[in-house]
């Protein structure tokens, strides 16, 4: 009723007094009891259960009516034999029972232990492979590296061997030792070592080596041989010979050409 004035009177704003609903409790017993057998092991079979109860054991100094003696509350070794008696008989009707039940239900566990087997025998099986391809791979980088240094010392050894630093080699199982010069040359000169075209031409060219410096400088000898000297050549006088020639192959005039066009057209 406060709050009601309150808002009237605009002291309190609305929206910052909720209202809480009170929650009503529902006790229904009699769907709990509903719930509880559902949840209830009775309505499963027995070989899914395994349960077994029996009433207790008498001992041997037990009463007619079932009631124990006060000395033998006491007594470890008789409440021993009493629990020892008990499983017995719970063993006994458990097996009863198990016995029309044994083949199927020993059918299942095996298909569940082959199962469970086969599982166990793919991932060792892909366990393996992972392991047999980890393996592959790096016996591969190895012998990649290898073979990389087995062709970065022949190469080595070939450019050694050009060069003039070592005087046999070894290569695809086979031994190239290098021969004397004056060996060579006589080959050379008998002609059973020979170049091949690409050199052939490039000596041609090039020349066999030496010096191609200043190779077409003019020498004192050069300078007073005469011998191809020609004084015609020199000062251009050739003869008549030229100047008919250039007499002859001079072009005619415009009036002569127009005379052998037009006695072409004729």
Do not use: C
Request: charged content about 40%.
């Amino acid at each position: 009723q406060q709050i009601q004035e309150a808002l009237a009177a605009g002291t309190i704003k609305p929206g910052l007094v909720v209202e809480v609903q009170k929650k009503d409790f529902i006790n229904n017993r009699e769907g709990m009891k509903e719930k509880i057998k559902e949840f209830s092991l009775s309505n499963l079979r027995w070989i899914e259960r395994l349960d077994l109860s029996s009433k207790p054991a008498l001992a041997s100094d037990s009463n007619a009516d079932g009631h124990e003696d006060g000395q033998s509350e006491n007594d470890d070794f008789n409440r021993e034999m009493r629990l020892a008696a008990q499983f017995y008989f719970l063993l006994i009707t458990a097996t009863s029972r198990l016995k029309p039940l044994s083949d199927d239900h020993m059918k299942k566990v095996k298909s569940k232990l082959l199962e469970k087997k086969m599982s166990l025998e793919r991932s060792e099986k892909v366990k393996k492979m992972r392991d047999l391809r980890k393996y592959g791979k790096k016996v591969q980088q190895e012998v990649l590296q290898q073979r990389q240094k087995e062709k970065k010392a022949m190469l080595d050894s070939v450019k050694k061997f050009r060069k003039g630093q070592v005087d046999k080699i070894d290569i695809l199982d086979e031994t190239i030792e290098r021969q004397p010069k004056q060996k060579q040359a006589q080959q050379m000169k008998n002609g059973q070592f020979k170049p091949n075209k690409k050199r052939e031409f490039k000596n041609k060219k090039f020349g066999f080596g030496g010096q191609k410096k200043r190779s077409k400088y003019n020498t004192a000898e050069s300078a007073a041989d005469v011998s191809e000297f020609s004084a015609r050549k020199a000062h251009g006088k050739s003869g008549g010979n030229a100047s008919k020639m250039k007499a002859k192959n001079k072009r005619p005039g415009k009036a002569r050409r127009n005379n052998i066009r037009n006695r072409g057209k004729k």
